[in-house]
């Protein structure tokens, strides 16, 4: 499975970004985008990659890091084949590259050495 993500850039603090990820292609065992869950992580520069978001592959449960509840909101179209991860009331300390990501459930999905697929990064700033 292919991950593309777009949508980073430079935003004020208090402001708005809208995050996408398009999936493509299948695994090597014949699932694709529509059998997993999938989720957004973001890594800062000088430290650990960390979870963001996650959404089951149905799009009936999300989960969400307390350090973006309420501020974030992720959601996905299977039949596009997206995901989308919607931030508002940006803040500095969310500056970061941010990577979406595949996994077998929205229990692993959370954890970043069980995810199946990456995409690529998408930068995100946050300017004070």
């Known amino acids: 499975v292919q991950l593309q993500a777009s949508g980073g850039g430079l935003v004020q603090s208090g402001g708005s970004l809208k995050l996408s990820c398009t999936a493509s292609g299948r695994a090597a065992s014949g699932r694709t985008f529509t059998n997993y869950a999938a989720g957004w992580f973001r890594q800062a520069p000088g430290k650990e990659r960390e979870f963001v978001s996650a959404i089951s592959w149905s799009g009936g449960s999300t989960y969400y890091a307390d350090s973006v509840k309420g501020r974030f909101t992720i959601s996905r179209d299977n039949v596009k084949s997206t995901i989308v991860l919607q931030m508002d009331s940006l803040k500095p300390q969310d500056t970061a590259v941010y990577y979406c990501?595949?996994?077998?459930?929205?229990?692993?999905?959370?954890?970043?050495?069980?995810?199946?697929?990456w995409g690529q990064g998408t930068q995100v700033t946050v300017s004070s």
């Open positions: 990501a595949v996994g077998k459930s929205l229990v692993t999905i959370q954890d970043k050495s069980l995810v199946d697929f």
